[in-house]
């Protein structure tokens, strides 16, 4: 694990955004710059945090974790559906093949939970019939497990709009996905959501819900974005859940501390102490520890001279 020391120096030196002009015009993303080269685009995720469609400062290290993190997973499920990654050449860099994002984002819960008004858990506690279109069991509790894993599908986050909540018919109904299709990104997100789970009960985790993107590739099927990381995946720790107290080992970590000041997206949002950064991104490290079985290792400084050089 990196020291906490060692996080705390690098609190001042975090990723905010990439000047790398040579590579072209810069998309900038919540957490990441796109830029686009010969088809194909250069992703580089920095160390911004984002929650409530805001960003909200910046963890150290956390760029490369999401990145090296997904770049793990995606190999430890290529055998079930095909991916974008054509290499990552530096910690903080992957190069992605050009896909045709599909209008959906897929999110696959397999206990009920959540905070926010298009969670599960909030509109089940509100007696919402039905909420995204699933026949859910009487009397749960929050954080109880589902009899299986189900899929509660949303609209692509497009300048900030999105989480409208759509039920499998009518994602088919609406013509976003083809009933073929949606029937194959299904199958895949169940059957990488399963994979995902095993992984992380070897690892002492909880993989309690995550959200998948999928696009298409040449005319197949394939996982974009990330996957499986502390930012689009909830993770608790098993031990403390089966004590009756799940701790989050993920964004919802971040985000809990600002609900609990009071803050939730609307004004000026209160600043991360240094201790409580540092924490975030310990948390975040151990994850990609755990997760992986192997150490992480942080790039070298300056970021943007290793990427010209990992890229050159």
Known sequence: MTARED????????????????????IEGKVRDIYLQDGKRVLITTDRVSAFDQVLGAIPFKGQVLNQLSAWWFKAVEDIVANHVVSVPDPNVTIGAEAEALPVEVIVRGFITGVTSTSLWTLYEQGVDR???????????????????????????????HDERLTSAEVVANGLVEPDLWAEVQKAALAVFARGQ???????LILVDTKYEFGLIDGRLALIDEIHTPDSSRYWISATYQAGDPQNYDKEYLRLWFIDRGY????????????????VAARYIDAYERLTG??????????????RKALS
């Open 7 to 26: 996080i705390l120096a690098a609190i001042p030196n975090a990723l905010l955004r990439t000047n790398l002009p040579e590579l072209g015009e810069r």
């Open 131 to 161: 909420p995204y279109g699933l026949d859910l069991p009487k009397g749960l509790s929050k954080n109880d497990s589902l009899p299986e894993p189900v899929i509660t599908p949303t609209t692509k986050a497009t300048g900030g709009a």
């Open 198 to 204: 095993e992984v992380a009960a070897a690892a002492g």
């Open 264 to 279: 939730r997206g609307d004004g000026a949002a209160p600043t991360m102490p240094d201790e409580f950064v540092a924490s």
């Open 294 to 307: 192997t150490g992480f290792v942080p790039g070298e400084q300056p970021v943007e001279d290793r990427i």
